[in-house]
């Protein structure tokens, strides 16, 4: 009888992290944050403000769309495989020419500071820490040059609002580029806001209070239209708002949000009209893709387009030559009963064929999610909502945490369906749901 030596089985990120938490668990430590997307998202709206919750948390209209994005992955069941033998896992892939440690990304936010203040610098460290690339939103409340510093050599991408002032889209780019950005995304499907009725419902909308503009006050163009702006005007006194309670709330949050000293803001007519012109100009209503074929002459950065839901939209990006598409309805936040991101995956992949670069998000709560995505066509996926109730339950720490356990259960899924690297997980591994 032949002897046989035990040898160690790498463990993983799933086993590693389900080791720190019963680990801690032995010694009366629980997780900053739940482990469950339920339990994180009622932990999340305790912890944050009315206003908080219903950006980040709302959809468009009755909220259908956010409703669809869920019941979509639920018509979908995993088929996991026995007695494969596969011990290791390689979650690493390349997307647009970045390299992943696992197929992740962090979807860009804006006003992220309803949840926590310094909300982007929080997001980009925990993004460091856990080597997932951050998608630089371009509605922050940092500017891109201190999450970048924030982030060391980490990999981050820049979403881009196209706005009406394209001499602003130009500075964008550029700073996109010095920043050390490894592509851009730029968002195709808010030309204007969707219609949110939990914002809508207190009156609240964060950029109007100067929040979540960062990357527009930090920009010299936009400053330069801004003075534009107080130049021209003519009457000051006739734009004075009514004074009421709120407006002097708005008016402390402006300068509290604006860069430079509280007291020599509040002096200031630059606040208000920084806020006046980022409504005016920060998204441009006719954008076409007459708008988007300049973008190969105007940077250097892999392009990515964000938004396509139809087949023959996604044909039209690969003519165009960008490097990637994600497929996504916004969170269910522009139209309300528009078809679930993953619903819209199959027939996307089908009509680009196996080659072109796809991402998907809207829906994604968990690792399980991850890999049903992937089984059906997507090359990788960006995280949303569960990040950002992460930072408002634990801050940074909250946001690792997230990441940790999307990762952990991704990778466990793998190692119990017998899949072994991202290249092996394909439509196998998933049916329609019977149960469904």
Avoid at 66 to 89: C, K, L, Q, S
Avoid at 205 to 218: C, D, H, K, V
Wanted: with cysteine.
């Amino acid at each position: 009888m032949t002897e046989t030596t035990a040898s160690a089985v790498p463990a993983g990120p799933g086993r590693e992290r389900q080791s720190v938490v019963y680990r801690d668990g032995a010694l009366g430590r629980r997780p900053a944050v739940p482990t469950a997307f339920d339990d994180l998202e009622r932990a999340a709206r305790r912890a944050g403000s009315k206003r908080a919750w219903a950006y980040v948390a709302g959809g468009a209209g009755e909220g259908r769309t956010m409703r669809n994005n869920r019941r979509a992955f639920d018509r979908w069941a995993i088929v996991p495989r026995m007695a494969h033998g596969v011990t290791e896992r390689d979650l690493r892939t390349t997307v647009a020419g970045t390299s992943l440690s696992s197929p992740l990304l962090l979807a860009p936010i804006g006003a992220g500071a309803l949840m926590a203040s310094d909300s982007d610098l929080a997001i980009a460290r925990a993004a460091a820490a856990t080597g997932v690339p951050y998608i630089f939103s371009n509605q922050g409340c940092n500017p891109m040059e201190d999450c970048a510093a924030a982030m060391g050599s980490a990999s981050r991408w820049f979403q881009l609002y196209w706005s009406s002032d394209e001499q602003l889209v130009d500075s964008l780019l550029h700073r996109a580029e010095t920043v050390g950005a490894e592509a851009v995304v730029v968002t195709l499907d808010t030309t204007m806001l969707g219609w949110r009725p939990r914002d809508l419902n207190l009156g609240s909308l964060p950029f109007a209070r100067g929040e979540g503009i960062a990357q527009y006050t930090s920009d010299p163009r936009f400053r330069a239209v801004v003075g534009q702006r107080i130049d021209a005007a003519r009457d000051m006194a006739a734009q004075r708002p009514e004074v009421t309670l709120g407006a002097i709330r708005t008016l402390i949050s402006m300068t509290r949000n604006h860069p430079g000293k509280f007291f020599d803001n509040l002096r200031s007519p630059v606040p208000r009209a920084a806020a006046e012109t980022f409504l005016d100009i920060y998204s441009n209503p006719g954008l076409s893709w007459e708008h988007l074929a300049t973008l190969r002459e105007r940077t250097r950065l892999p392009i990515v387009l964000k938004g396509i839901l139809h087949p023959d939209d996604a044909r039209r990006a690969v003519d165009l030559g960008v490097d990637a598409i994600v497929v996504s309805n916004h969170g269910g936040r522009q139209i309300d009963g528009s078809i679930a991101s993953l619903d819209a995956l199959p027939d996307i992949r089908a009509a680009i064929g196996p080659d072109p670069t796809v991402l998907l998000d809207s829906g994604i709560r968990s690792g399980s999610d991850v890999f049903v995505t992937l089984a059906l066509g997507a090359d990788a996926v960006l995280l949303g909502r569960p990040y950002m109730y992460g930072l408002a339950i634990a801050g940074q720490r909250g946001v690792e945490e997230v990441i940790r356990n999307v990762i952990a259960e991704f990778d466990l899924t793998m190692a119990l369906t017998g899949a072994r690297s991202i290249a092996d997980i394909d439509e196998g591994f998933v049916r329609p749901n019977p149960s469904f």
